[in-house]
């Protein structure tokens, strides 16, 4: 058994003791840590590459690529994720602008929102980029959020870990294993959990490489603020960012961010990060409404309850900053779209409408409140202007199939997602939806083939397999389509065999 599955098993058992018994459990999974090293990383079992030998030097950017898309799998596989369209644009957006003015080579990446309450984001190797959704809590800026994402992106594009390789193969393996270990815990059994192990994980490997640990953190933090920069955005973010962190921290060691327990900050590297902006002139950076919006709707859509929200953002309504009483107003609409309270909700976003009439995440809103009412053919019309303006977006495609979907056109929205995953083939969560839509459509083959598209992207190669050995005998008449699902079943056994 793999062994990413065998700490999934425990860390899921784990959950019905308390944190006491769970600390017990961080031994093992350090154990099962270092036992992969000494496989370097169990590369055949886990569906990864070797990350080097003694023959291959440093690790090429394909093989970074295939590792990347290994973790990513077993991520998903693993931990809980936000699935949230418009967070996933917003950040994708975010992410493409700061990645056009760095420094990598291989600019396909790939976004997953972990959910965790947590200031933490990670980049691993072949372009993997992951944000936990409690960054959006912790920056008060999209500046600050950008200066942390500048950073995660400079470990990729200063190819971090393939240096790391020359230095010692089997150490980065740790750090990867560990770093999914981590956040599987973290996420599952507790942040206290989570914590300890990506410590020990790290303590195993990296003793006799801290210096260049803390090179490579100062080269990141360096090539992220001239990145920042670059993009047009406040290079002094990363500083106010850390020095916030570390203000609030430094009373309370027992609430340290995770992101600082693994980029640790201290006075001398935010003095650092102070001294690299001085050539830079200083000017007032207005604040983005998109960022706000998200930072609102982050707040919204992973409550366990909308109920205690609502006076919040009635009082930070009242905000004398535009943007921040917008947001505010955002959040109440969602919390009120949340308990049904339909003709209030709409009453909050009527104005701010008016104010910014082309704003997505509004537009999607009211499509929202539509749907919930019933007005089917109301979203569908709004959802279709909309989509005249702004053609094939990512959110309000969504929505928009599944309003096809409420009135019985489920054709119409199997067309609309298979065509949007021609530009989003490696999102789990489209074909998720995808398959139930080819259900609703009587369209069998189609869900088989969707359903082995969402079991490869999440690792389970056995369940793709069955799905389209399933699909194929009903597409025999059809050459083309039994060729198609011939080669994809190469393919997924090839990525088995790998």
């Known amino acids: 058994m793999p062994v990413f599955i065998i700490i999934i098993k425990v860390t899921r058992i784990f959950q019905l003791f308390s944190t006491h018994y769970a600390r017990l459990v961080i031994s093992c999974v350090t154990v099962l840590s270092c036992l992969i090293s000494f496989n370097v990383w169990s590369a055949v079992d886990q569906n990864l590459p070797t990350l080097g030998d003694a023959s291959s030097g440093i690790v090429s950017l394909n093989q ?15 931990a809980p994720t936000v699935d949230d369209p418009l967070l996933q644009d917003y950040l994708e957006h975010l992410i493409y602008k700061l990645v056009y003015h760095s420094q990598l080579k291989d600019r396909r990446l790939d976004l997953v929102i972990v959910k965790s309450p947590v200031l933490n984001a990670f980049a691993v190797p072949g372009g993997i980029v992951g944000v936990h959704h409690g960054l959006f809590f912790y920056a ?11 950073h995660e992106l400079a470990h990729i594009s200063q190819r971090h870990y393939a240096r790391g390789v020359e230095q010692g193969k089997k150490t980065m393996a740790i750090n990867i294993a560990g770093l999914l270990a981590s956040i599987v815990l973290m996420t599952t059994v507790g942040t206290d959990a989570g914590l300890a192990t990506l410590t020990a994980s790290q303590g195993a490997g990296l003793s006799q490489q801290l210096r260049h640990s803390r090179a ?9 603020i ?3 920069s670059k993009a047009e955005m406040d290079p002094r973010a990363m500083a106010y960012m850390f020095e916030r962190l570390e203000q609030a921290t430094r009373y309370n060691t027992d609430q340290i961010p995770e992101f600082l327990r693994s980029h640790p900050v201290t006075r001398s590297r935010i003095a650092d990060a102070y001294n690299q902006t001085e050539s830079y002139a200083r000017k007032e950076f207005p604040l983005n409404i998109d960022f706000h919006l998200m930072k609102a709707r982050a707040r919204v859509i992973t409550a366990d309850s909308t109920v205690d929200l609502i006076p919040v953002f009635i009082k930070g309504m009242s905000h004398e900053d535009k943007v921040k009483s ?44 539509h749907l919930k009412a019933e007005r089917y053919d109301m979203a569908i019309s709004l959802l279709e202007t909309a989509l005249s303006i702004s053609p094939d977006n990512y959110p309000l495609t969504m929505i928009y199939a599944r309003a096809l979907n409420n009135v019985h056109r489920y054709e119409e929205a199997q067309k609309v997602l298979l065509d949007l995953t021609s530009r989003r083939s490696n999102d789990d969560y489209l074909w998720y939806h995808l398959a139930e839509t080819a259900g609703l459509a009587d369209d069998i083959p189609g869900v088989h083939w969707a359903r082995a598209e969402y079991f490869v992207l999440r690792g389970n190669f056995d369940q793709a397999l069955k799905q389209l050995e399933y699909g194929l005998p009903l597409v025999r008449r059809n050459f083309q389509l039994e060729t198609k699902m011939k080669q994809k079943i ?9």
């Open 490 to 498: 190469a393919e997924i056994q090839k990525l088995k065999e790998n």
């Open 216 to 224: 490579r953190e100062a080269e990141a933090d360096r090539v992220g």
């Open 326 to 369: 917008t947001a505010n107003a955002y959040g109440l609409v969602l919390s009120l779209t949340a308990k049904a309270e339909l003709d209030e909700a709409m009453t909050n976003l009527r104005p701010l409408l008016e104010n910014y009439p082309d704003k997505i995440a509004l537009l999607a809103a009211e499509a929202e409140i």
């Open 226 to 228: 001239t990145n920042l």
């Open 64 to 78: 970074e690529r295939e590792i990347g898309q290994g973790f990513l799998r077993s991520l998903r596989a693993s």
């Open 140 to 150: 008060e800026t999209e500046h600050e959020l950008a200066a942390i994402l500048t």
